[in-house]
């Protein structure tokens, strides 16, 4: 530590959502945050670590070892092939060992845990290279979205870095990491939104999305330089970096792997509180994404905030406009959902209680908050057909995972049939693969349905698989509740 820095919590009145100043060197600033956050984070790594999202008991400890053990590798390749010239790259080792001191942990540790959002939210370039429609370019931007949201709902925060040699940067942070997991703004009226998108193939020698967004709001004053930045990197998974500035211009990088490409965004709106709250209900309710739990906008100067909180079916709402300046605008409020917005919430809020059920192995608190949740579908939405179907699926898949019985193998087999032409495309091929996986549990006469090359691929090869194979099949397969699917995982 070189240079002292003090850091000042403020937390607003509505929702506790912590606003933290950060001075002196970046390098002491990430050490302080881990600081702040070391109860919370090993509470965190510890319940992932325990998460059916890494396969059965039996399973768990290897494959956490797997990446622990190429991460370690990676920071060894790393150190040796540092750029002398290339400041953010060289730092990067150093920040990561900054935050493993100040978490009280190894430097492998730390790099899997900043890496785990990204990992968490894109399960199946890890394993089953399924499409995964969350994450498609025609989806909305403007969601953040994790399988753990609920779990540390309330740990989202704001952070400032004023640190010596830099742009003061502005940012929105969550537990899992210490940079710029969703983006922010930076004192030259630079603006970063970061988007996940769907990534089929990793690129283990890339580098960490958050990481690359704030080094980017520290160090570049202009859209072409943050541009010309972000295109000499490389990634792990699949982003978008949607850049904005007080010119008017809009660019958005894609980083795909080792792929990049520089976009032109069109014009942006500038951000008003009110009508940026009311654009963020109306994109809600229209989308009916209880898979998400809040709505993020930047432009060049501002940002926007609105948390959906069904735990207390309630909405709040944060603006931050002129951040850097003395004229500084701080909106944050609260306020009561519609009618229909209160269902969709309660609708969210039992999915989560179903996903933390099933994260922790509980298969009754599962069934439970399931059940719960198809009959308060049909009470509230009874004309939306597709969601009660999903929903239906979605219980069909828990009770494949945990019931072994013949008998039950052919009922849940005719509840699949009975709800898949209500099913969109996308759910119809995840319920083709349980079909045919139950067909096979049950000895019962295959039928391949119609589908595209990769997942031809996939029926050829389960279908070449064995009872005990599909019984481990059973296990590892990723129920996925509060986005209203599940994962195969048959790359496992």
């Known amino acids: 530590m070189n240079t002292p820095m003090t850091s000042q919590k403020r937390k607003n009145a509505h929702h506790e959502l912590m606003d933290i100043e950060l001075f002196g060197e970046v390098t002491d ?42 991460f370690k590798r990676r920071l060894e390749k790393s150190s040796k092939e540092l750029l002398e010239d290339d400041f953010y790259r060289s730092s990067f080792n150093e920040l990561i060992n900054q935050y493993a001191q100040g978490l009280g942990t190894s430097q492998e540790n730390a ?11 894109n399960p199946g370039a890890i394993f089953d290279e399924i499409d995964d429609f969350h994450l498609r370019d025609d989806k909305y931007k403007e969601f953040i979205n994790s399988p753990i949201q609920d779990s540390f709902f309330d740990k989202l925060r704001f952070v400032h870095f004023k640190c010596e040699g830099s742009l003061e940067a502005y940012v929105l942070q969550d537990l899992l990491s210490p940079f710029a997991p969703y983006g922010g703004i930076n004192e030259a009226g630079l603006s970063i939104g970061l988007v996940q998108r769907e990534a089929l193939t990793l690129n283990y020698e890339g580098e960490n999305a958050s990481y690359l967004a704030l080094v980017t709001l520290l160090g570049c004053d202009t859209i072409e330089s943050a541009c010309d930045f972000l295109k000499q990197r490389q990634l792990v998974f699949h982003w978008e970096f949607h850049l904005k500035d007080e010119s008017g211009n809009y660019k958005i990088v894609k980083i795909d792997g080792k792929n990049t490409k520089v976009l032109d965004g069109g014009e942006f709106v500038t951000l008003e509180s009110k009508s940026e709250l009311k654009r963020h209900i109306n994109i809600y309710q229209k989308s009916f994404l209880p898979i998400s739990h809040a709505c993020l906008s930047f432009d060049a100067n501002s940002l926007a905030l609105t948390l959906f909180d069904s735990k207390n079916l309630s909405i709040h709402h944060y603006f931050k406009k002129n951040v850097f300046t003395q004229d500084t605008i701080k ?122 090359k990769l997942l031809k691929r996939i029926f050829f ?13 059973k296990k590892t397969t990723l129920l996925r509740p509060n986005h209203l699917d599940f994962r195969p995982i048959s790359g496992l």
Request: aromatic letters at 10%; charged letters at 20%.
């Open 331 to 452: 909106v944050s409020k609260g306020s009561r959902p519609t009618k229909k917005l209160q269902s969709i919430l309660k609708l969210k809020r039992l999915l989560n209680d179903a996903q933390l059920a099933f994260n922790e192995n509980d298969e009754e608190r599962c069934y439970h908050y399931l059940q719960l949740a198809i009959d308060h579908s049909k009470k509230n939405f009874s004309n939306d057909k597709e969601l009660i179907a999903k929903l239906e699926l979605i219980f069909c898949t828990c009770q494949y995972i945990y019931e072994s019985h013949p008998e039950t193998y052919q009922f849940i087999l005719s509840n699949i049939l009975k709800i898949h032409p209500s099913l969109p495309i996308e759910h119809q091929e995840l319920a083709n693969i349980l079909i045919q996986r139950i067909q096979i549990l049950a000895n019962l006469k295959k039928q391949t349905p119609t589908a595209n």
């Open 461 to 473: 090869n389960e279908s070449q698989l064995g009872k005990v194979a599909h019984l481990a099949l």
């Open 29 to 70: 600033g990430i050490y302080q945050l881990a600081s702040i956050d070391k109860e919370d984070v090993n509470l965190a790594w510890k319940q992932i670590q325990e998460s059916s999202f890494f396969g059965p008991k039996a399973l768990k400890t290897p494959i956490h070892k797997f990446f622990s053990l190429l």
């Open 111 to 121: 790099l899997y845990l900043v890496y785990m959002n990204e990992f968490l939210n």
